[in-house]
């Protein structure tokens, strides 16, 4: 009888140490989705600011793998939506990669609208960020910012 229940404490032990790691497995999966941040240092934007052509945001992934970022504005205003790269270091130049881009970790991207209609214009705008591994194409976080509008100021909303 004692080498029954021996067994039978061992079986239990083992199979709680099981689900105890399946539970941390799933538990850092979800972990993984906050480990996306964006990181911004004009979180307005106007267009009757000169200096400035749209909202910066660089991603900022704190994970396992080695990714590449996706964004894509969605909603019924990603059609008006710009994301720009700006070659400040090396040509100065300017491109519109459109409503959805890729980026290379450490690259700072620009939130910006070319429809300046105001009547039709939304008040709410939606920008999702992936971290995708470069390897497997496997989404490892996302996250989502959300800008909105004030007349013709354009502002990050706080999370």
């Given amino acids: 009888m004692k080498t029954s229940e021996t067994a039978f ?26 480990n996306l941040t964006i990181i911004s240092h004009n979180t307005c934007w106007s267009p009757a600011m000169s200096s400035i052509i749209g909202i910066d945001m660089t991603p900022e992934y704190k994970g396992y793998g080695d990714c590449i970022f996706h964004w894509t504005a969605t909603g019924v205003s990603a059609p008006d939506v710009n994301l720009l790269l700006w070659g400040a270091e090396t040509t100065g130049e300017i491109t519109d990669e459109g409503n959805d881009t890729w980026t290379e970790p450490g690259t700072t991207l620009l939130w910006s609208y070319r ?43 706080s999370t």
Avoid: H, Q
């Avoid at 404490?9 to 906050?34: D, H, M, P, Q, R």
């Fill in 115 to 157: 429809n300046f209609e105001i009547e039709t214009m939304p008040e709410k705008f939606t920008l999702n960020i992936e971290a995708v591994d470069r390897k497997t194409n496997e989404t490892l976080a996302e996250t989502e910012v959300k800008i909105s509008r004030k007349t013709m100021v354009f502002c990050i909303e």
């Fill in 9 to 34: 404490f061992a079986a239990l032990f083992i199979l709680v140490i099981f689900l105890s790691v399946s539970g941390c497995t799933e538990k850092t999966k979800n972990t993984e989705e906050t």
